[in-house]
T-cell receptor
Framework: DQQVKQNSPSLSVQEGRISILNCDYT??????FLWYKKYPAEGPTFLIS???IKDKNEDGRFTVFLNKSAKHLSLHIVPSQPGDSAVYFC???????????WGAGTKLIIKP | DVKVTQSSRYLVKRTGEKVFLECVQD?????MFWYRQDPGLGLRLIYF???????EKGDIPEGYSVSREKKERFSLILESASTNQTSMYLC???????????????FGPGTRLLVL
């Protein structure tokens, strides 16, 4: 039973355009969401997060939007750059737990 | 900068062998985690530890055990390796300053294990 779903295994975007990565979750007890980025042969690195009390968090080219009623979050990257090509994981946490629940990841390919 | 290191980047073992994967973090983090990453499945938590000598089962603990004798070191043990344990193993650590605050997990580079 996947509580965090990333339904697109891959996404291809032209350099300079906007990349939108999506994530859906089923557990309304999740109160904190994170996006991680992973290059091949490296561990994931933290990118951006959002608390459930917010609907938007922005950090430079990266913005995460949270729609609690739809149990949906998205990561926007604008403008997309070649170095953004990586696998992006969405993760969620329940307040009372140390664990993160992870999505399967979306491979983003930025075309020159 | 937080640094999480893993003892091996690549490992090849035979079925039935006992396998040790070591993880060390240098930021005095309380929490440490072991995940495996498989294509299409994302990261799945095997075990985690929130203190020395403490351990908690994650989602897929079967066939694995862990050891945390020192705060900075968290070991994953495959008692008798099997081919279905071929995977990428990722160690992570995080600092829980307060139960009300959010912690970020920092990952090591991963160990790609092949069991023949």
């Amino acid at each position: 039973d996947q509580q965090v779903k990333q339904n697109s295994p891959s996404l291809s975007v032209q350099e300079g355009r906007i990349s939108i990565l999506n994530c859906d979750y089923t557990n309304s007890m999740f109160d904190y969401f994170l996006w991680y980025k992973k290059y091949p042969a490296e561990g994931p690195t933290f990118l951006i997060s959002i608390s459930s009390i917010k609907d938007k968090n922005e950090d430079g080219r990266f913005t995460v939007f949270l729609n609690k009623s739809a149990k949906h979050l998205s990561l926007h990257i604008v403008p997309s750059q070649p170095g953004d090509s990586a696998v992006y994981f969405c993760a969620a946490r329940k307040d009372s737990n140390y664990q993160l629940i992870w999505g399967a990841g979306t491979k983003l390919i930025i075309k020159p | 900068d937080v640094k999480v290191t893993q003892s091996s980047r690549y490992l090849v073992k035979r079925t039935g062998e006992k396998v040790f994967l070591e993880c060390v973090q240098d930021m005095d983090h309380e929490n440490m985690f072991w995940y495996r990453q498989d294509p299409g499945l994302g990261l799945r938590l095997i075990y985690f530890s929130y203190d020395v000598k403490m351990k908690e089962k994650g989602d897929i603990p079967e066939g694995y055990s862990v050891s945390r004798e020192k705060k900075e070191r968290f070991s994953l043990i495959l008692e008798s390796a099997s081919t279905n344990q071929t995977s990428m193993y990722l160690c992570a650590s995080s600092q829980l300053r307060d139960r009300g605050l959010r912690e970020t997990q920092y990952f090591g580079p991963g160990t790609r294990l092949l069991v023949l």
